[in-house]
């Protein structure tokens, strides 16, 4: 098959499309992504060995002049599509406003098209094309009565695959100058990270006295490590960044936010978490994404508004000393994951190319 991938925004449209891409790949298809010309996928695209082709579109958000210059940058993009698109066998959308002139410009020239849901609430441009697509996988089943299309299947994020591959070393604590016996505590809030959980943060190391019973790694992101970087100490390793998946790998305790791609690699590895969702995101889709989780016992939930460090300290502490709600929330986290995520969407991409 020849398939476009149009996808882009953030990495968690762009990572998991990146792995779909890497599995169908595998299986002799000829892959091709479209996204925006200034953004994020315009590097990393390119950068992982693939086609990448850029359109010149602007973001729905702000104001009506913006609105405006949006929807006819998009218009554009779908003009152009209708060219780029000949001889194309599937068109995927991975979510953002950059897959909506690109499914609808397939749609019209009667190539099949497919698009994936990462969260749990469904985004803006995917409920747009709901009704137009010829399969649409989702990662929850909280997503399905979202949708009205009858050919929907939950199969999960592509990238749990990718965390279940990855394999246990304990020799990044020892790099990390840690105890290696010591339970650990993951703390990251993606790559750009937050200052005003940063702070919450700092105040909670202010509180410890540095003979507790466990040691902390705290990925700041680029921009708030200089803010940070003088609580590395024995116990609290500072970092800009780390490798989620490896790092949660040999970690007992996650404390994060609830991006797509983060509970992906929760739920395939069965890491225990509490989970504190960003108010800062559209639709507030990360607090679902979370309450997925929560439901289901599988994570525990704080708002950003509700957190203090007196809170968290208590929480991580009162957590770790508790085998049982360890092993509760790792079990309940492995059981919403679909361990053949990959293989089975790359199945029902097949199914589709030959009906």
Same mark, same amino acid.
């Given at each position: 098959?020849?398939?476009?991938?149009?996808?882009?925004?953030?990495?968690?449209?762009?990572?998991?499309?990146?792995?779909?891409?890497?599995?169908?790949?595998?299986?002799?298809?000829?892959?091709?992504?479209?996204?925006s010309?200034?953004r994020?996928?315009?590097?990393?695209?390119?950068?992982?060995?693939?086609?990448?082709?850029?359109?010149?579109?602007?973001?729905?958000?702000?104001?009506?002049?913006?609105?405006?210059?949006?929807?006819?940058? #998009?218009?554009?993009?779908?003009?152009?599509?209708?060219?780029?698109?000949?001889?194309?066998?599937?068109?995927?959308?991975?979510?953002n406003?950059?897959?909506?002139?690109v499914?609808?410009?397939?749609?019209k020239?009667? #190539?099949?098209?497919?698009?994936?849901?990462?969260?749990? %609430?469904?985004?803006?441009?995917?409920?747009?094309?709901?009704? *137009?697509?010829? @399969?649409? #996988?989702?990662?929850?089943? /909280?997503?399905?009565?979202? %949708?009205?299309?009858?050919n929907?299947?939950?199969?999960?994020? $592509?990238?749990?695959?990718?965390?279940?591959?990855?394999? /246990?070393?304990?020799? #990044? @604590?020892?790099?990390?100058?840690?105890?290696?016996? *010591? *339970?650990?505590?993951?703390? %990251?809030?993606?790559?750009l990270?937050s200052e005003?959980?940063?702070?919450? %943060?700092l105040?909670?190391f202010?509180m410890?006295?540095?003979?507790?019973?466990?040691?902390?790694?705290?990925?700041?992101?680029?921009?708030?490590?200089?803010?940070?970087?003088?609580?590395?100490?024995?116990?609290?390793?500072?970092?800009?960044?780390?490798?989620?998946?490896?790092?949660?790998?040999?970690?007992d305790?996650?404390?994060s936010?609830?991006?797509?791609?983060?509970?992906?690699?929760?739920?395939? @590895?069965?890491? $225990?978490?509490i989970?504190i969702?960003? $108010?800062?995101?559209?639709?507030?889709?990360?607090?679902?994404?979370?309450?997925a989780?929560?439901?289901?016992?599988?994570?525990?939930?704080? *708002?950003?508004?509700?957190?203090?460090?007196?809170r968290?300290?208590?929480?991580?502490?009162?957590?770790?000393?508790?085998?049982?709600?360890?092993?509760?929330?790792?079990?309940n986290?492995?059981?919403?994951?679909?361990?053949?995520?990959?293989?089975?969407i790359?199945?029902?991409? /097949?199914?589709?190319?030959?009906?």
């Open positions: 098959m020849k398939i476009v991938i149009a996808t882009g925004g953030s990495g968690g449209h762009i990572y998991p499309a990146l792995s779909l891409a890497r599995a169908l790949k595998e299986r002799g298809h000829e892959l091709t992504f479209i996204g010309l200034d994020m996928e315009k590097d990393v695209v390119p950068d992982a060995g693939f086609k990448f082709i850029g359109l010149d579109i602007k973001t729905t958000r702000g104001g009506l002049l913006q609105k405006v210059k949006s929807l006819i940058s #998009i218009y554009s993009a779908y003009r152009r599509c209708l060219r780029l698109l000949n001889g194309q066998d599937l068109v995927i959308g991975f979510g406003y950059i897959s909506v002139p499914v609808l410009a397939a749609k020239l009667k #190539i099949k098209t497919m698009i994936h849901e990462q969260n749990s %609430f469904v985004g803006r441009a995917n409920r747009m094309l709901d009704k *137009k697509v010829d @399969l649409i #996988i989702v990662s929850y089943e /909280e997503s399905l009565k979202q %949708f009205k299309n009858p929907i299947v939950v199969l999960g994020n $592509p990238q749990s695959s990718v965390a279940l591959s990855v394999k /246990e070393d304990r020799s #990044i @604590l020892r790099d990390l100058g840690l105890d290696l016996d *010591k *339970k650990t505590v993951l703390m %990251f809030l993606g790559s990270g005003s959980v940063q702070k919450v %943060f105040e909670y202010d410890l006295d540095g003979n507790e019973d466990y040691q902390i790694v705290y990925a700041t992101g680029d921009k708030h490590y200089e803010a940070a970087k003088d609580y590395d100490s024995k116990m609290i390793k500072i970092v800009k960044r780390v490798d989620g998946a490896k790092m949660m790998k040999v970690s305790l996650l404390i936010r609830a991006g797509a791609t983060t509970l992906a690699e929760i739920t395939a @590895l069965g890491t $225990p978490s989970l969702p960003s $108010p800062y995101v559209p639709n507030d889709h990360q607090y679902y994404n979370a309450m989780l929560a439901d289901h016992d599988a994570a525990i939930v704080i *708002k950003e508004k509700d957190l203090d460090a007196r968290l300290k208590d929480m991580i502490e009162k957590t770790l000393v508790d085998k049982n709600k360890l092993d509760s929330l790792h079990n986290a492995r059981a919403l994951s679909n361990d053949h995520c990959l293989e089975d790359v199945e029902r991409i /097949e199914e589709l190319w030959k009906r």
